[in-house]
């Protein structure tokens, strides 16, 4: 069974029983600085082992770039 | 600056011994960007929160490896939100993303040609962001009341606009300015609106606490030239602040005596 997302506004297909780790592992963002919000809510990274993703999650990723 | 006694600008509770602030959008690439921050002796830059590029090189540095949060006091923006739920949610994202940093920008914008403020989403914003324990500095127009409610609300401190962002015109309204300092118990520190050092340096001799720019240094032909001058412009503008300008008059004063002449 696969799962949709959607990440940063781009709709992706997932495994079933991923958590948010591993989305961002799979996505190679576990390096560096980002936050993210799961469907509007922030998830912070203590808890981005145990965070499950769910089918129609809205997963948003940022980061500090330039800007006045 | 051994002549003066000045104080250090102090925001929500830290002392910053340069008056001026420089953001990070437009330069040329983050080394460019560092040489100005270290030009211009500045100790606050503003950045942007964006979503990260899901295809970008992973390899490819990141602002915040190159300009240290730990060197820089960070200063997120809210910038491109024109809702006050969007700056509060740039804002929640920023603390994270900094790990529990609380001192942010505040700007809701009301249209895409002028980038004006909307003043009553900023207003909105302000009450959830200094509720909820943030440290705001708020862009705004320079409209000495909604600067007041501004301060009243918690903001940190206000910063009005000298004109639209990245115009380059100057202080448009000195008075206004002036109105807004006369009523002032936080930092006043003018955003936007900077085009060249005399700028920067008015805005100092107005008396305002700082400055803050971007496109004046970045887009300038030298930006890192450009940093090391809006440094002294504005260290001069303070220091002329502060020794205290003579009146101006309609007429001619001799500077030399006009007793003794031999003629």
Known sequence: MTMEISVNGEQHKIEQDMSLMDLLHALALTEGRIAVEVNGEIVPRSQFATQQINHQDKIEIVQAIGGG | ?263
């Open chain 2, 1 to 263: 600056m051994s002549l003066n006694q000045d104080k250090p600008l102090v925001v929500a509770g830290v002392e910053y011994q340069s008056r001026l602030i420089i953001g990070s959008g437009k330069y040329k690439d983050f080394e460019e960007n560092l040489s100005a921050l270290e030009a211009s002796a500045a100790e606050m830059i503003t950045v942007a929160i964006r979503r990260v590029n899901l295809g970008q090189n992973k390899d490819e540095p990141s602002l915040l490896e190159v300009i240290s949060p730990d060197r820089y006091t960070m200063l997120p923006n809210t910038a491109g939100c024109y809702t006050a739920e969007d700056a509060v949610r740039t804002c929640r994202m920023a603390r994270e993303l900094l790990d529990g940093h609380k001192l942010v920008k505040l700007e809701v914008l009301g249209d895409q040609k002028t980038l004006y403020p909307n003043v009553t989403e900023t207003l909105a914003a302000a009450e959830i962001l200094v509720a909820d324990g943030f440290d705001v500095m708020v862009y705004t127009s320079d409209d000495p009341l909604v600067a007041k409610r501004l301060e009243e609300i918690g903001c940190v401190a206000v910063m009005p606009l000298g004109a639209p962002i990245g115009s380059g015109l100057g202080i448009r309204n000195p008075y206004n300015i002036r109105m807004i300092l006369e009523n002032a118990s936080v930092p006043i520190i003018v955003d936007a609106g900077v085009g060249t050092a005399s700028d920067a340096s008015i805005a100092m001799e107005l008396g305002c606490d700082g400055v803050l720019m971007n496109t004046a240094i970045a887009e300038a032909q030298n930006p890192v030239l450009m940093a090391s001058a809006m440094k002294k412009a504005v260290e001069s503008g303070r220091e002329a602040f502060l020794a205290g300008r003579m009146p101006r008059r309609l007429y001619a004063s001799a500077s030399s005596p006009i007793d003794g002449t031999f003629f």
